[in-house]
């Protein structure tokens, strides 16, 4: 592993759906995600990070140390397992008073040590706070919730077989850009997990790029547009995050009709930004 990350970074990303469900909500029927008072749309941070993990899992799949802790259908006491294992330490549910043990976890999963995790189940591997975090992403303009019925040409059993079809629903959003804002913190990286150089290009690559191996019909046309980037000249940081997010403006050219593509959109980003921090473009 190499050292390390040196600066604190913070970042916008723009994404956008068409005719597609980015975020369900269970409780909600499974339609996307929405802020009730407003109408904007919500992606959740942990939705986001999902689709981060299960692209480093696609190009890193077998790399020593770039595991993915959080999987479907993984044990995660068996996960935690690994690092007794290694130290040949009998498992426990106390506290660890190795350090070691949470030490390996973070050296062996891309995720802990992006970001972060806790480990304190019956097989305790201590807690740990990631350098990367998400705030949840919101639209830029209200969304419009849409259920569209549809028919299947094929039935699931024997009592439907005169029917013939059977019928279904999906729901979409027509069109929606969301924006999303983090951080990364380069003190944890150093005193907690280890998240390096290389681990933040992979990052920025994941972010870029990780809806084009997740296309799925439920979640339509899903499309990373922008990712700008923030990054100071030092490890603490040279101002406030929020006076670098307000840097990045969207604005609707659309005018009264509703907007259908990115096209309904202007993107600007103001680069007078406070000395030791430079504006880096990677999308």
């Excluded at 972060?116 to 209200?142: H, K, L, W, Y």
């Excluded at 059993?157 to 913190?185: F, H, W």
């Excluded at 499309?223 to 923030?230: E, M, P, Q, T």
């Amino acid at each position: 592993m190499s050292e390390p990350i040196k600066n604190r970074y913070e970042f916008v990303l723009l994404f956008d759906v068409e005719n597609g469900n980015p975020n369900g909500d269970p409780d909600m029927g499974n339609m996307p995600r929405v802020d009730p008072q407003t109408g904007h749309g919500i992606v959740t941070d942990v939705c986001l990070k999902r689709k981060v993990r299960d692209y480093v899992d696609l190009v890193k799949a077998g790399t020593p140390g770039y595991g993915i802790y959080v999987t479907s259908g993984v044990v995660l006491n068996d996960q935690h397992k690994k690092a007794y294992d290694y130290l040949g330490i009998e498992p426990s549910s106390k506290k660890p008073k190795d350090s070691q043990l949470t030490a390996f976890m973070c050296q062996n999963f891309f995720d802990i040590r992006t970001f972060g995790a806790v480990m304190t189940t019956e097989v305790n591997c201590g807690q740990v706070r990631g350098p990367v975090q998400f705030n949840f992403a919101r639209s830029i303009d209200p969304i419009f919730q849409q259920e569209v019925t549809i028919t299947r040409q094929a039935v699931a059993n024997e009592r439907d077989s005169e029917k013939g079809q059977t019928m279904g629903k999906k729901q979409i959003v027509p069109y929606a850009l969301y924006r999303a804002e983090g951080y990364v913190s380069a003190n944890l990286a150093q005193k907690t997990t280890g998240f390096s150089e290389g681990d933040l290009e992979l990052f920025w690559e994941g972010l870029v790029n990780m809806f084009e191996h997740d296309h799925s019909a439920s979640r339509g046309k899903l499309s990373a547009r922008k990712l700008i980037v923030f990054k100071h000249d030092t490890a603490l940081g040279c101002c406030q995050s929020h006076l670098l997010f307000d840097k990045v403006r969207v604005e609707r050219v659309s005018g009264d009709m509703p907007p259908r593509s990115f096209g309904d959109y202007r993107v600007a980003v103001d680069k007078d930004v406070p000395a030791g921090v430079e504006v880096i473009e990677k999308l």
